[in-house]
């Protein structure tokens, strides 16, 4: 193991922490309906993908549901699947978007598309798997504005915290 | 600066987000429900019509959910499910509505006589 890669797995841990803290408290928070969450720890997540990496962005992503359900008591209950499938859904889509930023997009709509990515997975495959999808169709227009909304929330915050020292060192000290 | 500086491709998403989020309110049917079908774990397990003010309780995943049908609405009146998102959903009465409740595997579909919608198929 290389210097290089030690301390992308130490900025890995760290950031996988601030993901699930962020994640396990956001559980217990009211919000519009259950599967509508306000995505913070995708803050962590972003963070990862562009100081580390898009793989490690991904990765966190995996980690952060599979670790959160088992301390939550979740894992592969239904909720886990729908979150599972609709974080590899967000992570691959955001990843995607990320290689055009600064070019033709910006945070602001990676962040976006990545939280209704998000929302419309978990409906699409609740309506495979648990329902008949012509019936959770109207649950569309609802998560496209929560999307609106939380997913720019995540990308101004996410913004913030890459001007500060925290990221600067970070991205200093991996080095891409 | 806290807000990242905008660029076009921003608003390109922006605008496909609130579009998928308009198209199901534009094939959604206004027509009145006829009847209510009810399921529990992906089987119908009854169909009451909406003209009948009735109360009645189904056996759920978790237990027995009221439901009641009143002046061509149903809405559930009472289910153990933890988190009574059934019961927020409040009335339902047009076809093609739904109230779902996951801890409880069951959901309950207003059909009417064109819950399909307009058309019962379009050729190109």
Known sequence: ?176 | MIVPKPKVGDFVIIALVLLSGILPWLTRSSHRAESFSIYVNGKKIAQIPAERDTVFSVNGALGKVVLEVKGGRIRVVRSNCPEKICIKTGYISSAGQSIACVPNRLIVVAEGKNSRGKYDAILH
């Open chain 1, 1 to 176: 193991m290389t210097q290089s890669s030690i301390r992308k797995l130490a900025y890995f841990s760290a950031l996988l922490a601030v993901a699930l803290v962020i994640w396990i408290v956001e559980d217990f928070l009211p919000r519009p309906a259950p599967w509508m969450k306000y995505g913070f720890s995708y803050i962590a997540i972003l963070l990862g993908m562009t100081a580390l990496g898009k793989k490690y962005g991904i990765a966190l992503g995996i980690s952060r549901t599979v670790v959160g359900s088992i301390i939550l008591g979740k894992l592969l209950s239904p909720a886990f699947i729908l979150s599972i499938c609709a974080t590899l859904a967000a992570t691959a889509v955001m990843a995607l978007l990320l290689t055009g930023r600064g070019k033709f997009v910006s945070l602001i709509g990676i962040s976006i598309a990545g939280a209704f990515t998000h929302l419309a997975t978990q409906i699409f495959v609740a309506g495979i798997l648990f329902y008949k999808i012509e019936y959770l169709l109207w649950l569309i227009p609802v998560s496209s504005l929560w999307s609106i909304i939380a997913g720019g929330v995540v990308a101004f915050i996410t913004n913030a915290v890459e001007k500060t020292a925290i990221a600067s060192t970070l991205q200093s000290k991996v080095g891409k």
